[in-house]
Every structure is written in C-alpha cells, then in structure tokens.
C-alpha cells in the first residue's frame, strides 16, 4: 500500500509562507508613513516659504536677483529653520521605521506621529523631540547650499551653452546634476543625524558622543567610502526630489509672475 504523503512534508498541500522579513519591511514602512508626511508638512512648507520671502527682500528694486553667494545664504537660512521645526516629526519618522527591526522586547509601538510625539514628550521629556537637532540643521544647511548653488551654476551653463533655452528640460538636466552634487555632500552629514537620533544607551552612556564621534567611528570601524554606502539608491531618491521641487518651483514663478506681475 503506498504511504500517503503529509501536508508538512513538502506535499502539494504544503502552502506558501510569507517571509517576515517582507512582512517587517512593508509594516515599518506604513508605520512612518505619517511621520513622513508631518515631517514634510513641517520642514519642506518652512523651508520654502521662508526662502521665497527672503528672496523678494533681498531683490533690487530694479528686480535684480541677488547674487550667487547670496542665494546659498538665503537658502542656508531657510534650510536651518525649516530643520529646526521639522526635527520632533524627523525624531518620530526615524523611531517608527526603526521599530519593525527591533526585537519584539524593545519595540517602542507607537500607534502614529501623533502618538509617538505625546509619548516622547511625556516619558523622555520634550527636549527629547529636538535630539539631534544641531545635525538636522547642519544636514539642511548643506543640502539647501548644495541644491540652490549647483542648481543655479549648472541651469546658467546649460543656457551658456546655447543648446538649451529656459524651458522644462534644461530646469530637469539642472536639477539632476543639482541632485547628484546634493547626494553627494549631504550623505555623511545625514549618517550623523541618523545615527545619533536613533542612537541608544549603553551601559548608561550614550552611543555617541557628538557628531564628530559619529563620523569617527564610521571611518575607524567602517571605512571612509562607507560615508557614502548606499549612494545609488540615495540619489534614486533625493534625484526625483530635486527634479520634482525645481521644475514645480520654476512653473509655480512662471504663473505667479504671469498672472500677478504682467500687469
């Protein structure tokens, strides 16, 4: 008589099992979802309102733009505002991305931001939401620079060149080489942020001790190209980004100034 194969012996029975790992990856990722959102609602509309007012302060009366230099600066500022009322949602969106890769006796579960935020600032204590804060605001101030300044310089070489006019493509070869040079300068200083928000004690002592140890021990332990780990899929991001807020920022100048100004 033949033996009847069991369902758990690799039968035809046998049903698939999805990987934790993918189940970890997919929920961590809604988790931060809207963290992510506040973050934008809060760093991105600081950033950019504060530049665009700056901007037309700092414009001749003639409507001369200001200068290289001066648009970095402005962009600078922006930047380090809009870090510095963005950093509780970045704390948050940092924490709940995290969780999922944690063992289960240390996940912090938070339900959202909003929940997340509460519950830091009542069991840490609210200086906790703006830790890392000096870094976030370095990062900004790097990636605001790197952005206006590499996005002005290369759209002004591309219409030197006389193969391009002011138009959506050369905005979006602009803002693609604005992107790479932006990847470039920023990823070390958003290794230290990162790492220092999401740092723990140990042994009663923290992690780190500033972001200077930071990028110390990376060197020491890591290797120094390890500051730039993961630089393609970092720039798959931040690229589209750049592309994105450029062109959208450029179209949005165009129509202000069309339908307010032209009169």
């Not at 001066?70 to 948050?92: R, Y």
Request: glycine share 10%; hydrophobic share 45%; net charge positive.
């Amino acid at each position: 008589m033949a033996a009847t194969a069991s369902p758990g012996a690799g039968g035809m029975d046998a049903k698939p099992r999805t990987s934790p790992k993918s189940v970890k990856f997919l929920f961590g990722g809604l988790a931060g979802l809207s963290a992510g959102l506040l973050r934008q609602a809060t760093y991105t509309t600081t950033r950019l309102g504060i530049y665009t007012v700056l901007f037309e302060r700092l414009t001749g009366a003639d409507g001369t733009p200001p200068g290289f230099l001066l648009k970095a600066l402005i962009g600078m500022t922006a930047g380090a505002t809009g870090a510095f009322v963005g950093t509780p949602a970045e704390v948050v969106l940092i924490r709940m991305t995290a969780d999922g890769r944690l063992p289960p006796d240390q996940r912090r579960g938070y339900k959202n931001v909003f929940n997340a935020l509460i519950r830091i600032a009542r069991e840490e204590g609210v200086p906790t939401l703006w830790r890392g804060c000096i870094p976030t605001m370095a990062r900004a101030v790097v990636v605001n620079a790197a952005q206006l300044a590499s996005y002005s310089q290369s759209k002004q070489f591309l219409l030197d060149s006389g193969y391009f006019s002011d138009n959506i493509l050369c905005h979006f070869c602009a803002s693609m080489i604005s992107g790479l040079v932006t990847t470039a300068a920023s990823m070390p200083v958003d290794i230290v942020k990162t790492r220092i928000q999401n740092m723990r004690m140990v042994d009663g002592k923290p992690e780190y001790k500033n972001g200077l140890d930071v990028l110390v021990k990376v060197v020491r332990y890591e290797g120094f190209f390890s500051l730039w780990k993961g630089f393609t899929p970092y720039y798959a991001r931040l690229g589209p980004h750049t592309v994105l807020t450029f062109i959208f920022l450029e179209q949005m100048n165009k129509a202000y100034k069309r339908l307010f100004l032209s009169g």
